[in-house]
Structures are given as structure tokens and as C-alpha cells.
């Protein structure tokens, strides 16, 4: 099991930028591919983007494509999400997960953090 708390959330204006992070705790961490998922009020969770394991490959949806950009660090146990030219519809919880694989089933979860953009 690992264990998963994510910070760096907060408000920003609209084209303005923010870094989300994801400290990770638990057995082999480094093993584990990590992603970022996201849940706007009033709808369903949705996946954002994710990172291999050694950190060499990386999975995007088409809301994080071009905009966004996951890392992270094994040494510390620690992922990342750059978010850049923030959008009023980027507003929501952001969760920080765990998973076998890449393309997985992601079944160890963070508490999420608020990221707000204002117009």
C-alpha cells in the first residue's frame, strides 16, 4: 500500500501557472506509476496525466496535452504536476494516485487538492 499526500494547490488567474505535488510514502515507491486526476464539482473524476514508474514514460489526456507536465523525483518520493496557461475549466480537486501500470488500475489515492482559476 502507498500512501499519498498531495499540496501545492491554491487560486490563480486565468493563463497563470501552478505546481501541484505529490509525496508519496510506503514499500518500493519507485515501483509504482503515478498519476494525476481531477474531479470538477458536479461531474466525475477524470484522468489527467501519468508517469512510468522509472520516469521515462508518460500518459496524457487531451485536457492536460500541451499544457501540463508530470515528474518525478524517486529520491524523494515525490511527483509533480506543472500546470501552465491555467484555464477557468481546470478548476477542480486534484488527486494524486498510485498504480502497477502505466495504463492500470490506480488504487491508492491521495486526499486531493483544491486548484481554483478565476477569469
Known amino acids: 500500500q502507498v500512501q499519498l499526500v498531495e499540496s501545492g494547490g491554491g487560486s490563480v488567474q486565468a493563463g497563470g501557472s501552478l505546481r501541484l505535488s505529490c509525496a508519496a510514502s510506503?514499500?518500493?515507491?519507485?515501483?509504482?506509476?503515478m498519476g494525476w486526476f481531477r474531479q470538477a464539482p458536479g461531474k466525475e473524476r477524470e484522468f489527467v496525466i501519468a508517469?512510468?514508474?522509472?520516469?521515462?514514460?508518460?500518459y496524457y489526456a487531451d485536457n492536460a496535452r500541451g499544457r501540463f507536465t508530470i515528474s518525478r523525483d524517486n529520491a524523494k518520493n515525490t511527483v509533480y504536476l506543472q500546470m501552465n496557461s491555467l484555464k477557468p475549466e481546470d478548476t477542480a480537486v486534484y488527486y494524486c494516485?498510485?498504480?502497477?501500470?502505466?495504463?492500470?488500475?490506480?488504487?491508492?489515492w491521495g486526499q486531493g487538492t483544491q486548484v481554483t482559476v478565476s477569469s
Open positions: 494516485a498510485a498504480a502497477r501500470l502505466l495504463q492500470g488500475t490506480y488504487n491508492s
Open positions: 508517469i512510468s514508474s522509472s520516469g521515462d514514460n508518460t
Open positions: 510506503g514499500r518500493t515507491v519507485s515501483s509504482y506509476a
